[in-house]
Nanobody
């Protein structure tokens, strides 16, 4: 089992920044990917960003490229999401997700069903 604990959500004004963290624990980690999804009220959960345990490739939904940056600290089994230039439409519950990976190459899965473990979610609210 993998436990994911998120932190860093909150209330911010339009144009502001937040940094989300997600710490994984529960077993020895080898090959995996960690990512962020978000879900606004009445909407489906959508892919935000993801990163693998190795390499420099990062993956984003187009609307978030240039504003959001994902990074990892393997020693801490932690992934971060730096969110800049926030907009009211970024308001949502942000979820950390984990999947075991079989490859270090190629596109990363973006469907929620592709991820095996989830955090409890952290609320991000951007006021206009």
């Amino acid at each position: 089992q993998v436990q994911l604990v998120e932190s860093g959500g909150g209330l911010v004004q339009t144009g502001g920044s937040l940094r989300l963290s997600c710490a994984a624990s529960g077993r020895t980690f080898s090959s995996y990917a960690m990512g962020w999804f978000r879900q606004a009220p009445g909407k489906e959960r959508e892919f935000v960003s993801a990163i693998r345990w190795t390499g420099s490739s990062t993956f984003y939904t187009d609307s978030m490229k240039g504003r959001f940056t994902i990074s990892r600290d393997n020693a801490k089994n932690t992934v971060y999401l730096q969110m800049n230039s926030l907009k009211p439409e970024d308001t949502a519950v942000y979820y950390c997700a984990f999947r075991d990976e079989t490859t270090a190459w190629g596109p990363i899965p973006r469907g929620p069903s592709e991820y095996h473990y989830w955090g409890q979610g952290t609320q991000v609210t951007v006021s206009s």
